[in-house]
């Protein structure tokens, strides 16, 4: 009652002020209550589409879960995750974008035509080498296209089965995942070759399909034999001029083609006769010589005779000779080693060379030429292949060592995990107290001070014109110091006697 009496006792601007900040207090203790006992907020789903997103939105909703929603993430309290998944689980949801067999469930016999089905089917086979394709490591959206051709009845020969995938991956394939999703793709089809199974990513072009040879796949080989070869290098420099002072690069060129060459070659110093033919020939011609007489027809018994005669005589020989023969076929696969190229660069100051003495120059090359041998040796380069060797003595750049950090314990991680909720605690605690006490506390004092010198005034000043004991010696010392020190009570209460002073001489 007493505290009632006192906010009666206060004036109106007074009472809102007293009530505003009252308010005020107890919104900043929700605020610090809310803030302690608030329970974190874990990951549900994030990357779902918009459509399934809403479907489980929806069913968040429906069951009373709070969930919040930052970009494509759907976030609820950590405690509810686990059994919301299950329950969002058993319920179908999120449901995939990409459906696959699940299609030709709806199918209904009775209702369909045969096109209407290969359609389906069609669409279903697509769907689940989706799925199985979304499973590689790797691989952010894939869409799988099968050019399936019908087969007329009229037809003597099937037509070609074509496919074509197109994904989006989160680092470059390699030819062996490219190769296996064809082989996928093609063993899933009856009938469809992997050489006619396009692989396609929209930002790097035409991966592996018809057209592209091996070759022309980017060169994961040669990266990998020139990394394996800087590592072998590295070990050996290491050992010599110490870690940190050796820097090695290396570009491995390899084929991108494949060819065969078919080479055939006699040796003429080895022939030896095989087969030797000889052949000749005689031919023999007889005739009358001058012009035609009595005596020319007359029988060469009885006359004298004057005819010629010739002979010709040819002769020929063959030799065939064998000889040894040799027979080279080359075929040259794609990634196979045309060129190496290796440089080293070493750590001038390591290897202890004065530059100042007279025989530094004749040391370095020393030096070179012994590393040289070393790399040479342990790499297995070809100089005769076209490999290049170079190797360099320079003084290395002395980085700034960075100042090791400890790393932080479990009080300083607990600070930067919960600082900044602790501070904002503190800041909405420093206020409530700053109103209770600042505010609210000389309020309260100040309102139940005025109404007890309401109440007790009236008798004081008696007492004290009666000469109490118990009042003070100088009732004026006592209005003056009450009268200055609060002045708005005072002039209450004069105002209050003034008015019951009119009432008195109204009624008389």
Known sequence: MKFIETLKGLSLPRQLALAGAVVGVVLAMT????????????????????????????????????YEIKGESIFIPQSQRDNVRFALA?????????????????????????????????????????????????????????????????????PQQTASVT????????????????????????????????VIDPQKGMIAGPNVAKGEQPSFI?????????????????????????????????????????????????????NRTSNDVSETNAGAGGGVTVASNLPQDGGEGGGRSSSVRNSTESVAYEMNETRTETETFPGQVERISVAV????????IDQGSANAGTLSQQVIDDFEQLIL?????????????????????????????????MVETMVERYGWQAAQAGMLGLIVLGLAFGVIRPMLKQ?????????????????????????????????????????DETAALLQSWLEDDRKVAVNE
């Open 167 to 198: 994904l989006q991956t989160a680092r470059d394939l390699s030819p062996q995942q490219a190769e296996a999703i064809q082989y996928m793709v093609a063993l899933a089809v009856s009938g469809l070759s992997p050489e006619d199974v396009a």
């Open 447 to 487: 309102g139940a001070a005025s109404t007890g010198a309401e109440l007790n005034a009236p008798q004081l000043i008696g007492n004290s014109t009666a000469g109490g004991a118990d009042g003070p010696a100088d009732p004026f010392d006592f209005l003056k110091d009450y009268t200055r020190e609060r002045q």
């Open 222 to 274: 040669a990266d990998s034999q020139a990394g394996a070869l800087e590592q072998k290098i590295m070990r050996l420099l290491e050992a010599r001029v110490g870690p940190g002072n050796a820097r090695v690069s290396a570009t491995v060129d390899v084929t991108r083609e494949r060819q065969r060459v078919s080479e055939v070659t006699f040796d003429p110093e080895s022939r030896v006769i095989r």
């Open 31 to 66: 605020m610090i209550v809310r803030g302690a006992v608030q329970e974190p907020m874990a990951l549900l789903y994030s990357g779902l589409e918009p459509g399934n997103s809403g479907e489980v939105i929806e069913e968040l909703d429906k069951r009373g879960v709070e």
């Open 345 to 352: 660069l070493l750590n001038q100051e390591a290897l202890g």
């Open 377 to 409: 040796a342990g790499a297995g380069l070809n100089i005769q292949r076209g490999d290049s060797l170079t190797v360099e003595l320079m003084p290395f750049q002395t980085p700034e060592v960075p100042e090791m950090v400890e790393a932080p314990g």
């Open 90 to 158: 058993k319920d179908g949801l999120p449901q995939q974008s990409v459906r696959g067999y699940e299609l030709l469930d709806d199918v209904n016999g009775f209702s369909i035509t045969s096109e209407m089905y290969n359609a389906a089917y069609w669409r279903a086979k697509e769907g689940e080498l989706t799925r199985t394709i979304l499973a590689i490591n790797g691989v952010q959206s894939a869409r799988v296209h099968i050019g399936a051709s019908l087969r007329s009845g009229f037809a003597r020969s099937d």
